[in-house]
Nanobody, 122 residues
Framework: VQLVESGGGSVQAGGSLRLSCAVS????????MAWFRQAPGKEREGVVS???????RYADSVKGRFTISIDNAQNTVWLHMNSLKPVDTAMYYC??????????????????WGQGTQVTVS
C-alpha cells in the first residue's frame, strides 16, 4: 500500500489549497480514508474521515471550510481547504484503514500513512 500526498504550499490567510493523495495497492470494498495534520510541538489530529458507505466526520475546527472527496476511478483522495487560517499551518497526512474506525480521530486506528505535505498559512 502506498499513499502519496501532494498539493501543499504557502498561502495567505483566507486563501485556498487542494491537497491530493494518490493511493495504490489498496483495493477494498470497506475502508476508511482520512486526513490528519500535525503542527510543530503538537499531537497529530484528525481533520476529516470518510468511510466507504459515505459517512463523513470533520473536526469542529475545519467544518464548513474543508471538504474531503474521493475518486475511486482515479484512486485519489482530495482535501479541499478554503478560508485558510494561520492555525491550519501543519504537515498534512493522508491515511487509510480497512473497515470503519471506532474513533475516527485517533491516529492509532489507521494502518497506512503517506509521507505528508506541508501547508503554511500566513
Amino acid at each position: 500500500v502506498q499513499l502519496v500526498e501532494s498539493g501543499g504550499g504557502s498561502v495567505q490567510a483566507g486563501g485556498s489549497l487542494r491537497l491530493s493523495c494518490a493511493v495504490s495497492g489498496f483495493n477494498y470494498r470497506n475502508y476508511c480514508m482520512a486526513w490528519f495534520r500535525q503542527a510543530p510541538g503538537k499531537e497529530r489530529e484528525g481533520v476529516v474521515s470518510r468511510v466507504s458507505d459515505g459517512s463523513t466526520r470533520y473536526a469542529d475546527s475545519v467544518k464548513g471550510r474543508f471538504t474531503i472527496s474521493i475518486d475511486n476511478a482515479q484512486n485519489t483522495v482530495w482535501l479541499h481547504m478554503n478560508s485558510l487560517k494561520p492555525v491550519d499551518t501543519a504537515m498534512y497526512y493522508c491515511t487509510a484503514r480497512l473497515g470503519r474506525p471506532v474513533r475516527w480521530c485517533s491516529p492509532r486506528e489507521y494502518a497506512y500513512w503517506g509521507q505528508g505535505t506541508q501547508v503554511t498559512v500566513s
